[in-house]
T-cell receptor, first 112, second 110 residues
Framework: DGGITQSPKYLFRKEGQNVTLSCEQN?????MYWYRQDPGQGLRLIYY???????QKGDIAEGYSVSREKKESFPLTVTSAQKNPTAFYLCASSIQGSYGYTFGSGTRLTVV | SQQGEEDPQALSIQEGENATMNCSYK?????LQWYRQNSGRGLVHLIL?????REKHSGRLRVTLDTSKKSSSLLITASRAADTASYFC??????????FGQGTELSVKP
């Protein structure tokens, strides 16, 4: 079955540590996105990529980094520069054009 | 930047009743989409309405779009307890990236 997989489901980060969230899709979608969701809030765009080897900053890119070396994969690194990283992170993909997104099941990141 | 604002923030109804959620936005759009999120899960795409469409149906869902008022509504008819979730509108302005609203939390009581 085609879909988008995020791992891990839960992740704990110590102060000053970088962590990487995985996002893989087998839908042959060109575009991929990372959103952050805080409790009771909507989604805010961190980074997005519309083609391999290219990505753009979203509204809240500071303290995050991404890579898009393969069409299927769009990992997100939360760096130590992100001062308030505790949140629910959602990855999504879509085909180009005006179509709906397919979302992964999310990764809940907690700073300990 | 948050494009959409949803109203109400929370809605509680009885099973069998209709649920209406509203979304307003600020800039011109290519399309507007509605998503559903169960607690602690990813979002699920429900319906997309393009800027040149005024109404769209999908099963028990009815979406309207008024571009002159920059607003949309989502109607769920004959609601069920399983419809309990958060519902988000999202606008596609340009470049294919969606901007989401804050969401409406719907509770359907059996």
């Amino acid at each position: 079955d085609g879909g988008i997989t995020q791992s891990p489901k839960y992740l704990f980060r110590k102060e000053g540590q970088n962590v990487t969230l995985s996002c893989e899709q087998n839908l042959n979608h060109d575009a991929m996105y990372w959103y952050r969701q805080d409790p009771g809030q909507g989604l805010r765009l961190i980074y997005y990529s519309q083609i391999v080897n290219d990505f753009q900053k979203g509204d809240i890119a500071e303290g995050y980094s991404v890579s898009r070396e393969k069409k299927e994969s769009f990992p997100l690194t939360v760096t130590s520069a992100q001062k308030n990283p505790t949140a629910f992170y959602l990855c999504a993909s879509s085909i180009q054009g005006s179509y709906g997104y397919t979302f992964g099941s999310g990764t809940r990141l907690t700073v300990v | 930047s948050q494009q959409g604002e949803e109203d109400p923030q929370a809605l509680s109804i009885q099973e069998g009743e209709n649920a209406t959620m509203n979304c307003s936005y600020k800039t011109s759009i290519n399309n507007l989409q509605w998503y559903r999120q169960n607690s602690g899960r990813g979002l699920v795409h429900l319906i997309l309405i393009r800027s040149n469409e005024r109404e769209k149906h999908s099963g028990r869902l009815r979406v309207t779009l008024d571009t002159s008022k920059k607003s949309s509504s989502l109607l769920i008819t004959a609601s069920r307890a399983a419809d309990t979730a958060s519902y988000f509108c999202a606008t596609d302005n340009q470049g294919g990236k969606l901007i989401f609203g804050q969401g409406t939390e719907l509770s359907v009581k059996p």
